[in-house]
């Protein structure tokens, strides 16, 4: 997951801001984001299927 933000956050481009919505997996905590000055964690409600057809 860190592999993939450090991705998210070199695409980014100067002066712009990156937002990755997340599901409850255990592994998609809201502090994994805490490294990038440029990428931001939202997660989904606990259970939220209108927003997550997965579920």
């Given amino acids: 997951m ?3 933000l ?3 956050s ?3 481009d100067k002066g712009r801001h990156a937002v990755v919505i997340m599901d409850g997996a255990g ?8 490294e990038f ?3 931001s964690i939202i997660k989904l409600p606990p259970y939220s299927p209108e927003l997550n057809p997965i579920e």
């Fill in 37 to 39: 000055e440029n990428v």
């Fill in 6 to 8: 450090k991705q998210i």
């Fill in 2 to 4: 860190i592999d993939h």
């Fill in 27 to 34: 592994w998609h905590t809201e502090d994994i984001a805490n």
């Fill in 10 to 12: 070199s695409a980014t």
